[in-house]
């Protein structure tokens, strides 16, 4: 404990001398002051860096009392300790009520006590000081820790929102993939082009009208591009053919192709479910259909939706019977069906989207531009196909430099100029030509 710091207050010479021998062995460094105001300036002076205070009771101009309590106003921390041989009691108590002290001693003093008192009220300052760091300390840790978590948090947030755009792309292409795939196999399966997309973009329109959540509509979405998938092990000859035309062997093979289309996805987990629908499309609500006979609610409901959508344009292309029907008469074939080919509460979805008014929102709203007037970001309203009928980019890409460089490129080794169909709300009208 010698590197405490001690102040004697006395106007006698003789009691600060006897207080410097008293306390010298201590190894406290120890200050002398013959007034209460040469204290006070001792103490500025040491900016408060003082210890202990021992002060004199009566003292000229300024008395113990006064000068302990105005040690108390400005430095606080500095113990304080009073030595008298007044007799009057009340003075006593002023000084301990003004002052604060930590202990008074009479006048003459035993030195043991004396140095007992001294280094217990320092002993407590020591635990002040331990007590005052660990508190700065625990702050500038809390403040580090502080600045920290907040540097943690930004960087967590910006990792995050890395993570979604990668997540939001890999979909995006994930998606794409799959339109192209889809135009593909409608390549080999014989179907007019864009039929797969027709089918799914229905679907996913009916799944609305029901209420069904977003990922099975995503699902639906999906079963919807693939579900001809199977049809690609089958002869040409078969793909060539109505439905109604095939003979009870073709017929045989043709019911193969929902569980081909399921096998050959097998091995991607992320469309397991997209799977199961494909496997089930054929299959009649009356339990008349293929490949297993299912019926009503073993049937999946996404199934159910797919069964209907693709049927309504299979009318339409002829790939049921040797006739093409119209819209109109595609659509009674439908309603015809409910209950027996279809889900008579899917059908109803399918007739509420004729008969519901349709509204026109920015996002619905879609303008026609040349390739030299795209711009980043802009969103694609329809499939762009080649002079071939090869899917080159599907409805609801979003447009990239990169890709807009590739459209270009094309048109210049074609030596055909391309016209997209693009969503107005991606906001063309400022930044490029529309065309009329």
């Known amino acids: 404990m010698s590197n405490f710091t001690v102040l ?21 460094r120890l200050l ?22 021992i002060s ?15 040690v108390l106003r400005r ?20 000084a301990i009520n003004q002052g604060e002290i930590y202990r008074y001693l009479a006048k003459p003093w035993n030195d043991q006590d004396l140095l007992l008192t001294v280094q217990d009220g320092l002993e407590k300052q020591a635990l002040l000081r331990e007590k005052n760091r660990l508190e700065a300390l625990t702050q500038q840790q809390n403040e580090q820790l502080k600045q920290l ?7 967590v947030k910006a990792r995050t929102a890395e993570l979604h755009s990668a997540h939001e792309r890999l979909k995006k292409n994930f998606i794409s993939s799959i339109h192209v795939f ?46 001809t998938l199977g049809k690609i092990s089958l002869p040409d000859r078969l793909l060539s053919k109505p439905v109604s035309q095939l003979s009870a062997e073709e017929k045989q093979l043709w019911a193969k192709h929902p569980l081909k289309g399921q096998q050959a996805l097998m091995g991607l987990e992320e469309l397991a479910e997209t799977a199961r629908l494909i496997r089930a ?19 999946p409901l996404g199934a159910r939706v797919l069964a209907v959508a693709s049927d309504f344009y299979a009318w339409q292309d002829g790939m049921l019977e040797e006739v093409s029907y119209s819209e109109n008469e595609a659509r009674k074939r439908i309603l015809q069906g409910a209950g027996m080919r279809y889900d008579p509460a899917v059908v109803a979805a399918f007739n509420a989207l004729f008969t519901e008014q349709p509204q026109t929102t920015p996002e619905t709203e879609i303008v026609e531009l040349y390739s030299i007037n795209l711009l980043p970001g802009m969103i694609l309203a329809r499939d762009l196909f080649s002079r071939d009928g090869v899917l080159l980019l599907a409805a609801d890409f979003v447009l990239e430099e990169r890709t807009i460089r590739q459209i270009c490129e094309y048109e210049s080794i074609e030596n055909k100029r391309l016209v997209l169909s693009i969503y107005r709300h991606s906001d063309p009208v400022s930044r490029g030509e529309i065309l009329h």
């Open 56 to 70: 004199d009771m009566r003292m000229p101009e300024m008395d113990g009392a006064t000068f302990l309590a105005e």
């Open 182 to 227: 889809s135009h593909l196999i409608e390549l080999r399966d014989g179907h007019s082009a864009g039929f797969s997309r027709r089918v799914a973009t229905l679907a996913r329109r009916i799944a609305g009208q029901l209420g069904i959540d977003h990922k099975a509509t995503q699902d639906i979405f999906l079963a919807g591009l693939l579900h």
């Open 281 to 299: 499309y054929c299959e009649h609500f009356n339990g008349q259909g293929v490949p297993e006979g299912l019926a009503g609610m073993q049937i």
């Open 75 to 94: 430095w606080p921390n500095t113990l304080r300790m009073l030595l008298t041989g007044y007799s009057d009691l009340n003075s006593t108590v002023s």
């Open 8 to 28: 004697c207050v006395d106007d006698e010479a003789n009691i600060l001398s006897a207080l410097r021998r008293l306390f010298r062995p201590t190894g406290y």
């Open 32 to 53: 002398t002051a013959q007034s209460g105001a040469e204290g006070l300036a001792i103490l500025e002076q040491e900016q408060g860096q003082v210890d202990v205070v």
């Open 149 to 155: 978590n907040a540097s943690l948090e930004d960087k």
